[in-house]
């Protein structure tokens, strides 16, 4: 008979077929790229679910897949922004992000290296948000058949009492606030995957967002609506908000805050910034009496340090967003009718 | 100033990169493919996250993407899995599934009625199943970037009080119960791919186990351990089990359901049935007392005809699974090194 112990397998270099078959070489890539860096006690119990306490209440649950390109970018990898994505859209729920799931895409031939310091930052990620990473899955398609890797998260977190966050919330005179720089995320890719010169100097956002979501609610409960504007940037979020609500949104250009540099690059490529990707920023519609005591809130916060009231909602042009430039003129802000960057998380 | 409504956009016939940026082709893509076939009271909020109510408990989490290739098989396809195998993963843990998250990525180029006849599927199965989709997301890839579409499914459900399931519970005695014939699905696909002749007559058996595993339960709140053979087949799963729980098993050929067809096509392309995934079958480790309870209320399932009891748990040789052959003699069932079988599920 054989001895218990497997034969040693062949130390591999790269995502093999057999990585994602469930049987050694599966068991070998959990062993030995999962588990040193995502290892708790959920995962360690190798069940195909993990299971944990919950209290009565209301829960909120939520899923993104991440297919950004390149991988790696200033500021940021597919790592962080997988853990970080999900975080934010059940913080901005009003949910507390409790347990996350991992669902890898492998391409054969990915170097081991690679996905190694992808789930390094993932694991880190998930520290500093405070959430557990409590479930997996791997699969490995051929060669040509994804773009190297593609992660899904899913997470679950309970959502605060008292806490009524939705986008139909939106009143006459809210203010609408934003936690930073728009535009940041985005560009930070574009300008990696172009080579632009303006590359170095732009830093991808993303950052877990729950922390100043909860210090916000913790003095302010009765915040109306959060949003992080991802895919389809501000101008999209605002457009969802304004349309689910039947309100108007004024936004002042002057207090939009762009960088510098993403401005230049925008301009460059004839992109608006507003319909650029933020991964790390926070849009807030709060009752009028409340916005500068959030404002103070952000301002305090390492997420929210350039904080700013950017505009209003209205009556008028339910549905619409409308932009005041500085020299007094408006113009509409429209929903983006599709891709300007793609494959941008 | 423009109309409040938008423009009519383009009918497109396949998915362009604009249906993953966020913008008005993602929600036009929602609204005509997604919503008509999943619209639920979750869906219909257009939140970033699903909320709903959760008593105290425990709960189980789990999550599986799906790369299937083929798209369509005998017998099913990749939406019917991706629904059946969360399903499936939450129920061999004792919990009742209710509430699955999905996400979708999709190669530009995929007609839109493939993606469609996937999306009712899902819906089809999750009523069968007593599930919702309650959250999703959509990403798209360049042409080339990615086989035609993959699909994450999350899912969450109550886990049932007084029911201990785990693979760390064997004990020398126990019974090792099969609910039905093995190979059907890695077989469908595999032959499909390949176009060989027994195409037509192997069928997949993907399921959801979930009526299935709760009516053993409801009666038979001891099982010590349930698993869906998937990946690795019941190789896999026997061995992570012996191993888990430092036992033995001992597996009686003769007793093991393995359909002529199945057979027929696992001897001509070298494969061993018990290595072949499987999406719609059950493994119970039952206290041998209860092993004749268990199967008379599988065989009254649907899904559990075929159940039968194909061996034992040893104390001998821990960690090892060893078939008794037909013959008297006896072989060892290894785990699986990698991949007979790529890209089944």
Chains 1, 2 share one sequence.
């Not at 936690?179 to 830093?203: C, N, P, Y």
């Not at 409960?221 to 004024?250: C, F, K, Q, W, Y």
């Not at 960088?259 to 849009?283: Q, Y």
Request: with cysteine; aromatic share 4%.
């Amino acid at each position: 008979m054989h001895p218990v112990c497997p034969a040693p397998i062949l130390s591999h270099e790269t995502v093999q077929m057999a990585h994602g078959a469930g049987g050694r070489l599966s068991q070998e890539l959990t062993k030995r790229v999962f588990m040193p860096h995502l290892r708790n006690t959920f995962l360690d119990q190798m069940d195909d679910q993990a299971k944990f306490e919950v209290v009565s209440g209301r829960m909120a649950f939520s899923t993104d897949t991440y297919v950004v390109s390149p991988l790696f970018f200033p500021g940021g990898n597919i790592g962080e922004l997988a853990v970080n994505g999900t975080v934010n859209d059940l913080a901005v729920g009003g949910a507390v992000p409790q347990y996350l799931s991992a669902g890898f895409v492998l391409e054969e031939g990915l170097a081991l290296a690679e996905l190694e310091e992808i789930v390094r930052s993932m694991a880190e990620s998930a520290r500093k948000a405070g959430v557990m990473i409590v479930c997996g899955d791997t699969k490995v398609v051929q060669k040509g058949q994804c773009d190297k890797i593609f992660i899904n998260t899913s997470g679950v977190g309970y959502v605060r009492k008292g806490i009524e966050l939705s986008c139909r919330n939106l009143k006459a005179g809210d203010a609408v606030i934003v936690s930073g720089s728009i535009g940041d995320h985005g560009m930070a890719v574009m300008t990696t995957r172009e080579g632009l010169s303006f590359q170095s100097r732009i830093s991808s956002d993303t950052a877990a967002l729950n922390g100043m979501v909860h210090a916000v609610l913790d003095v302010v409960p009765g915040v109306h609506a959060m949003r992080d504007p991802t895919r389809g940037g501000v101008a999209a979020t605002l457009n969802e908000l304004a349309s689910s609500s039947s309100v108007g949104i004024e936004l002042d250009e002057s207090a939009i805050p762009v960088r510098e540099e993403v401005r230049g690059a925008a301009e460059l490529l004839g992109i608006d910034p507003l319909t650029i990707a933020n991964e790390g920023k926070l849009l807030l519609i709060v009752p009028e009496a409340d916005s500068g005591e959030v404002l103070a809130i952000m301002r305090a916060h390492e997420h929210g340090r350039d904080a700013a009231l950017i505009g209003r909602v209205v009556d008028d042009h339910p549905g619409m967003v409308v932009m005041r430039t500085p020299f007094g003129s408006r113009r509409i802000v429209e929903m983006p009718l599709g891709e300007q960057l793609p494959r941008i998380c």
